[in-house]
T-cell receptor, first 113, second 115 residues
């Protein structure tokens, strides 16, 4: 069983559209994250939730809205997609928000045309 | 102050060689230094991590060396194998800005181990 699974794996869409990426973890972890990896492979945190509460919210356009219906799920909704949003988005989880190892999903490659 | 500088950007070694990847940080509040390994099409996976109270940690063929006074740490891969070819990321985390932490990742090193 995949520990952190995210769907879809690939997402190709046009500018201006709204899209969502879903993430689920079956590790029983309390904390979940969204990271963005750009074309140069730079990894940057976007959001973190602990027990469904937002604890990290980096300087991300408010077109990006995370939602955590329960502590095993963290979804990312993106409104009015722009070309610069093209990247690989990784979901991750950790046992707690304090220096415990991150377990990453395999990423969603978003391409905005 | 929240940057983690990683070098080199890419590295090619022969099988059996010892690639070394270096990272430097500025924020002395960092107290957790993991390394992640990423294969193409996959998410990063934790390889090994160190805390600043020790100067070296080994796990199998992977060793972290840590120099607290210089604010530097490095990854050594002993007897490297073609299967080690991947992108390696250092990171730094710490309890700052409250009771939570966030990892700051280095820019990554693409390692190729030639047979």
């Amino acid at each position: 069983d995949t520990a952190v699974s995210q769907t879809p794996k690939y997402l190709v869409t046009q500018m201006g559209n709204d899209k969502s990426i879903k993430c689920e973890q079956n590790l029983g972890h309390d904390t979940m994250y969204w990271y963005k990896q750009d074309s140069k492979k730079f990894l940057k945190i976007m959001f973190s939730y602990n027990n469904k509460e937002l604890i990290i919210n980096e300087t991300v356009p408010n077109r990006f809205s995370p939602k955590s219906p329960d502590k095993a799920h963290l979804n990312l909704h993106i409104n009015s997609l722009e070309l610069g949003d093209s990247a690989v988005y990784f979901c991750a989880s950790s046992r707690n928000p304090l220096n415990s190892p991150l377990h990453f999903g395999n990423g969603t490659r978003l391409t905005v045309t | 102050q929240q940057q983690v500088k990683q070098s080199p950007q890419s590295l090619i070694v022969q099988k059996g060689g010892i690639p070394i990847i270096n990272c430097a940080y500025e924020n002395t509040a960092f107290d957790y230094f993991p390394w992640y390994q990423q294969f193409p099409g996959k998410g990063p996976a934790l390889l090994i991590a160190i805390r600043p109270d020790v100067s070296e940690k080994k796990e199998g063929r992977f060793t972290i060396s840590f120099n607290k006074s210089a604010k530097q740490f490095s990854l050594h891969i002993m007897d490297s194998q073609p299967g080690d070819s991947a992108t390696y990321f250092c990171a730094a985390g710490g309890r700052y800005g409250g009771a939570t932490n966030k990892l700051i990742f280095g820019t990554g090193t693409l390692l190729a181990v030639q047979p």
